[in-house]
């Protein structure tokens, strides 16, 4: 009889580098470079593909049902803001009763900047001033009254907040065709795109970090909170200087009693940067605090935010990947760390983080380097356009070849100033000789044409800028030089007299 023994089996060792399969986060993927338009510059955001981009929802049950037999009359132009009720658009720049919309009339559509879930964001210069704009327009028409109230309250609270250094800044509002219009500042890019770009950094956190700090002290300052903070919702400008962006979920909650107002319609943002708290129902500016903490880590430490699964939930419990943050400095690590705690009690207020000491440095310094870069940026726009008024007030006519008629003129110059040209009359002496005169001799004849001939050659010769001129147009009025007394006879009869002298 044999009895069965079961043998125990050690686990082999696993190496150490196997250990990291079992982490939860990962470095950031690099997105394939899509070009949002041929026309455009710079993109805020990078367009999906045709293939990944979804199917647009089916209109409401509320939505006006549309007639393909009938014409439908489109949604006239409806001005949400106070810019444009105080000041309307002239008659010279729009007119309403042509087919054409107020963004197609009132604007150059310069190319698409981005386009997402929300709508397409287009580069227009304006043709009442010729400054460059981004205007924002929403992806499809309003589905319902539901749909429309809360897209114009976008609007309505993105123009009540006062202008702020580090807030976009709010230009115009309307409503046509069913769709919203956001007139805005125009900036270089996002903060996603600026970061994917360059290496992870911490003193570019640190000054991202006080950036949207101060920016978040103007909004609960005013009883606002931003429900969406994250790094595709901030703008760069052409300096560096960071806007924050998207008021698409602004909430406006009550400061006297620091309760907070629970909204039926209210609605969570990106769940990736999306605090604890709000999936209980709570809102407050302790939310915006753990979403810039997660932008914050994301960007210094150059990390794949989860948007799911064991990472999510250790962000949450206020645990951070030490592989990634241990070469961050023991300061910047501390704030972090205050900034993700799960309970919204224990996380630091905007003004408690900018009573830091470490934050009152890093925040000292921005403000010199921003600065200091928009001086010399405002100086060098300055000379160019000093640059062009001068150009334009000069009128430099630029060198042209005189006309040809000019050439064919016959040039007509006095007899003293053509000898002065070629010389003294004692180095060469031209004769001018009457052809008409029967008692020159033909050996003198001869010698007058080779000297008109002599001098057609010297003028040619001398001036070769200047055509030759003729020398028959002279004027017959001019003094001749005084012609010589002797002249030439017969061999013949010189001998004769030679002898005749002689015999004498």
Not at 55 to 80: A, E, M, V
Not at 120 to 141: C, I, L, P
Not at 178 to 188: D, F, H, N, P, V
Not at 290 to 312: K, Q, T
Request: hydrophobic residues 35%; neutral net charge; aromatic residues 8%.
């Amino acid at each position: 009889m044999s009895v069965a023994v079961e043998a125990t089996v050690a686990r082999l060792p696993l190496p150490s580098h196997f250990s990291h399969a079992e982490q939860s986060f990962s470095i950031k993927k690099r997105r394939p470079q899509v070009s949002s338009s041929s026309t455009s510059t710079s993109s805020y955001s990078s367009p999906a593909r045709l293939s990944r981009s979804v199917p647009p929802l089916p209109p409401s049950k509320g939505c006006p049902p549309l007639s393909r037999l009938f014409p439908h009359q489109p949604s006239p132009f409806t001005p949400l803001s106070q810019s444009l009720n105080k000041s309307p658009p002239p008659s010279s720049e729009y007119d309403p009763n042509k087919q054409q919309t107020y963004f197609n009339q009132c604007f150059t559509n310069l190319g698409l900047l981005g386009r997402g879930s929300f709508g397409e964001v287009f580069k227009v210069q304006s043709n009442k001033d010729g400054h460059k704009y981004a205007v924002k327009r929403s992806a499809h028409r309003f589905r319902g009254n539901t749909e429309r109230s809360r897209s114009l309250r976008e609007a309505r609270n993105h123009e009540r907040l006062c202008p702020h250094p580090h807030i976009l800044n709010f230009v115009a509002a309307w409503e046509e065709c069913g769709r919203l219009y956001i007139q805005t500042e125009l900036c270089s890019t996002t903060l996603l795109l600026h970061a994917e770009n360059q290496p992870p950094d911490e003193p570019a956190a640190w000054n991202y970090l006080c950036d949207l700090l101060s920016a978040l002290e103007h909004l609960h300052s005013h009883g606002f909170v931003h429900l969406d903070l994250k790094p595709a919702n901030v703008l760069i400008t052409e300096s560096g200087r960071l806007k924050l962006a998207d008021f698409g979920l602004l909430f406006q909650f009550n400061q006297k009693d620091g309760e907070q107002t629970v909204k039926d319609d209210i609605q969570e943002g990106d769940p990736r940067y999306m605090a604890p708290e709000l999936l209980r129902g709570e809102y407050g500016p302790a939310a915006d605090v753990f979403s810039l903490g997660v932008s914050i880590l994301e960007l210094a430490c150059n990390l794949e935010v989860p948007n799911g699964g064991d990472g999510w939930q250790q962000l949450r419990q206020g645990c951070l990947p030490a592989e990634f943050t241990s070469g961050l400095s023991p300061e910047f690590q501390r704030i972090l760390k205050v900034m993700l705690a799960p309970e919204p009690s224990k996380r630091p207020t905007v003004l408690e983080l900018l009573s830091l000491p470490c934050v009152k440095k890093q925040r000292w310094k921005r403000r010199i380097y921003l600065t200091i870069v928009e001086t010399v940026l405002a100086l060098v726009f300055l000379c160019q356009v000093c640059c062009l008024h001068n150009i334009e007030t000069l009128n430099i006519s630029a060198p042209s070849t005189p006309p040809k008629n000019s050439w064919d003129k016959e040039l007509t110059l006095p007899l003293s100033a053509m000898m002065a040209e070629s010389g003294t009359p004692e180095e060469e002496s031209v004769f001018f000789v009457d052809q008409s005169d029967p008692d020159l001799s033909p050996t003198f004849s001869h010698r007058s044409v080779l000297s008109m001939s002599m001098l057609k050659s010297r003028l040619s010769l001398e001036s070769t800028s200047t055509p030759i001129p003729n020398i028959n147009s002279f004027n017959s009025s001019e003094e001749l030089l005084p012609r010589p007394n002797f002249e030439p006879k017969n061999l013949l009869s010189l001998f004769e007299e030679t002898s005749c002298d002689g015999q004498s």
